[in-house]
């Protein structure tokens, strides 16, 4: 994909017809962003085979193209909703964004032309579920004089939720992947989101052990989740 790419700012650079060759050089390079799709899931796939959560069964797959991408937390925010709708809600949905704001901030200043960054992370939704959510983010750095009058730069989101495999997951693991991959969260809010993640694990147990969950222990599981900070932040007005 690299090379594709490379040979398309070359192609650029060798015309007059700035203009019209400029926009369709990023038409081609939204095209080849795409064929990031399989590469996400043949990732997701592998990410995670060895350890305690692997994939059991995709549930979703969305791919976004963004031209001059920002590590703004609000617009990651406002994309996540865009994805996945109210399953993602509070604690997690700002820990997620942090997740995607810390790699994209470092995808965006990785000095090569083409980088990349995989990650997952274990997700509670607002119905108490635990999930696996891919995140693949490629980007492309348009050096190119003339595709920078249009943007600095092509950023290919493909994101995956899944279920998991739990007959491995313990109570320990489920903290270790937390703590390892929600990093970039302050403390209190991993601590937030472990809480969530471990009812919704509790939650899955349950059912997958042939039993069901009562109205108290769903009200349970809802009531760990608190406001989104980043929602807040992107309602209230500009100082």
């Given at each position: 994909m690299g090379?594709?790419?490379?040979?398309?700012?070359?192609?650029?650079?060798?015309?007059?017809d700035s203009g019209q060759q400029a926009i369709e050089s990023l038409s081609a390079l939204r095209a080849l962003g795409e064929s990031r799709d399989d590469v996400a899931w043949d990732k997701a796939e592998t990410l995670g085979a060895g350890d305690h959560a692997p994939i059991l069964k995709k549930l979703m797959r969305s791919q976004s193209i963004v031209t001059d991408?920002?590590?703004?937390?609000?617009?990651?925010?406002?994309?996540?909703?865009?994805?996945?709708g109210?399953?993602?809600?509070?604690?997690?949905?700002?820990?997620?964004t942090d997740i995607i704001a810390n790699a994209l901030s470092t995808v965006l200043n990785d000095s090569a032309q083409v980088s990349s960054k995989h990650f997952y992370a274990l997700i509670a939704t607002s119905s108490g579920a635990l999930l696996r959510v891919d995140i693949d983010?490629?980007?492309?750095?348009?050096?190119?004089?003339?595709?920078q009058q249009y943007a600095e730069n092509?950023?290919?989101?493909?994101?995956?939720?899944?279920?998991?495999?739990?007959?491995?997951?313990?109570?320990a693991d489920l903290k270790s992947i937390?703590?390892?991959?929600?990093?970039?969260?302050p403390e209190e809010r991993q601590k937030a989101i472990f809480d969530l993640v471990k009812a919704a694990w509790e939650n899955?147990?349950?059912?997958?052990?042939?039993?069901?969950?009562?109205?108290?222990?769903?009200?349970?599981?809802?009531?760990?989740?608190?406001p989104s900070e980043y929602?807040?932040?992107?309602?209230?007005?500009?100082?």
């Open positions: 090379a594709a790419l490379s040979n398309v700012i070359k192609s650029i650079d060798s015309t007059n991408a920002s590590s703004s937390n609000d617009q990651i925010a406002s994309g996540i909703k865009r994805v996945t109210n399953t993602v809600k509070g604690q997690i949905l700002d820990g997620l983010i490629h980007s492309y750095n348009l050096r190119s004089k003339r595709l092509v950023v290919t989101f493909t994101s995956i939720i899944s279920t998991i495999d739990m007959t491995y997951l313990t109570l937390v703590s390892t991959t929600y990093t970039s969260s899955d147990l349950k059912l997958n052990g042939g039993g069901d969950l009562d109205d108290a222990e769903r009200d349970r599981s809802r009531a760990l989740i608190r929602e807040k932040q992107a309602a209230s007005p500009a100082a």
